[in-house]
């Protein structure tokens, strides 16, 4: 099993920048991938989760409400963090993750749900 995370970045507040997740090793579509970060000297969090057919998203940082967007792409065994509008507080280290036995529309932010997970990409966002 293999999460490859890519596309972040430095960028100015007020940018964009699309994240993917790229998975191997397993069945794609019968699982549920998370989002998470990690900013300096603070804890792991949930962002977003997304289902395993794409149906049901969930987004559990009120701040990234209206301005991240998670989607996936079952033939490309991609998922994707769209960020818009990108704030200094925005910045860490961006994690995806496999959802076990995640089931449904039961998405959780709890990283103890989640078994296999990528290296990181990092995102720097200046003032």
């Known amino acids: 099993v293999q999460l490859v995370e890519s596309g972040g970045g430095l960028v100015q507040a007020g940018d964009s920048l699309r994240l993917s997740c790229v998975a191997s090793?397993?069945?794609?579509?019968?699982?549920?991938i998370g989002w998470f970060r990690q900013a300096p000297g603070k804890a792991r969090v949930g962002v977003s989760c997304?289902?395993?057919?794409?149906?049901?998203?969930?987004y559990y940082v009120d701040s990234v409400k209206g301005r991240f967007s998670i989607s996936r792409d079952n033939a490309k065994n991609t998922v994707y963090l769209e960020m818009n509008s990108l704030k200094p507080e925005d910045t860490a280290v961006y994690y995806c993750?496999?959802?076990?036995?995640?089931?449904?529309?039961?998405?959780?932010?709890?990283?103890?749900?989640?078994?296999?997970w990528g290296q990181g990409t990092l995102v720097t966002v200046s003032s």
């Open positions: 993750a496999r959802g076990y036995g995640i089931v449904g529309a039961n998405l959780t932010p709890d990283p103890m749900e989640y078994d296999f």
């Open positions: 090793g397993f069945t794609f579509d019968d699982y549920a």
């Open positions: 997304i289902s395993s057919s794409g149906h049901i998203k969930a």
